[in-house]
């Protein structure tokens, strides 16, 4: 047997990497507009105006129209 003693070797360290997958959550913002427009639409609306018309006292009116006093044709 001997009896010398040797350092051992010591190789580099082999890297075998473990791939772990944790879920995150990550807020994705949607921003939604929305347009209130106002349209104008014409829709007829018929209107009849009525006037009454009040042709007075027929005496006062009927006098000096037609006939003239005083003259005749014969």
């Known amino acids: 047997m001997s009896h010398c003693s ?10 075998f990497i473990n791939h772990q997958f944790v879920p995150q959550v990550v807020p994705v913002v949607h921003p ?5 427009q106002t349209h104008i639409v ?26 003239r006093r005083g003259s005749s044709k014969r």
């Not at 014409?42 to 006939?67: A, E, N, Q, R, Y």
């Open 32 to 36: 939604i507009e929305i347009v209130n």
């Open 6 to 15: 040797y350092d051992p070797i010591v190789c580099p360290p082999m890297q």
């Open 42 to 67: 014409p829709i007829p609306h018929h209107v009849f105006p009525v006037s009454v018309k009040d042709p007075g006292d027929p005496c006062c009116h009927t006098l000096g129209h037609g006939k």
